[in-house]
């Protein structure tokens, strides 16, 4: 029997099959744009100089961008020269980047930093005034105990009552009382600060 001596009686090996050609120049993921993803609430915490015109700047390039903010609130910081906003805004995740970016270009703005995702500690302060009569005071006043609230103010047809912890109870709060009638209602929007050891004003700390 004849055959290829170099073989030793064994079958020839399989020729590898050939790789699949990789195009020259791959089409890269459509890229998301803004307004284009799903609205969501964010929100940002921004270190500025306590300077005038700030807020200003702020709140009116959210405006050009045409976010529908929720709440917007600013207080001092241990620094006297320094202030701190939390806003809360709705805006699709790529929008929303953008314009954190666009903050960060801003005169006197010194830090931002989005919240969304973390762990965070927040809490609203309310101040309601509640119809209240003779006829249904003490039932006002056992609500108000029951809400963790606080009485801050008593007249003959109304009472004012100081209530705070994170939104949704505050929400739940002014739902319960609705009831009776309010008056009068303002409320502060949530302030947030982040769990843990970290500290956004130290980051910035002259």
């Not at 940002?44 to 300077?51: E, F, H, S």
């Not at 101040?127 to 606080?150: C, F, P, Q, W, Y």
């Amino acid at each position: 029997m004849s055959g290829d001596p170099s073989s030793n009686g064994r079958p020839p090996a399989p020729t590898p099959a050939a790789a699949a050609p990789v195009p020259a120049h791959a089409t890269p993921p459509a890229r998301a744009l803004p307004g284009g993803g799903e609205t969501r609430r964010h929100t940002l915490i921004v270190i500025v100089l306590n300077k005038p015109g700030v807020l200003n700047r702020v709140s009116s390039l959210m405006r050009a961008r045409n976010f529908n903010i929720d709440s917007l609130a600013v207080s001092h910081t241990d620094q006297p020269d320094v202030s701190r906003m939390t806003i809360s805004l709705h805006g699709d995740d790529v929008a929303v980047e953008q314009a954190a970016k666009q903050l960060y270009r801003l005169i006197d703005v010194l830090k931002v930093q989005e919240v969304t995702e973390e762990p965070v500690v927040a809490q609203e302060l309310a101040l309601v005034k509640i119809r209240a009569t003779d006829a249904n005071r003490a039932e006002v006043l056992k609500l108000v105990e029951l809400s963790k609230g606080r009485v801050v103010d008593l007249a003959g047809e109304s009472v004012i009552v100081e209530v705070t912890g994170p939104e949704s109870e505050v929400d739940q709060f002014v739902a319960l009382v609705r009831t009776y009638g309010i008056k009068e209602l303002v409320r502060t929007g949530s302030v947030v600060m982040s769990r843990g050891s970290s500290s956004i004003e130290e980051a910035v700390k002259r």
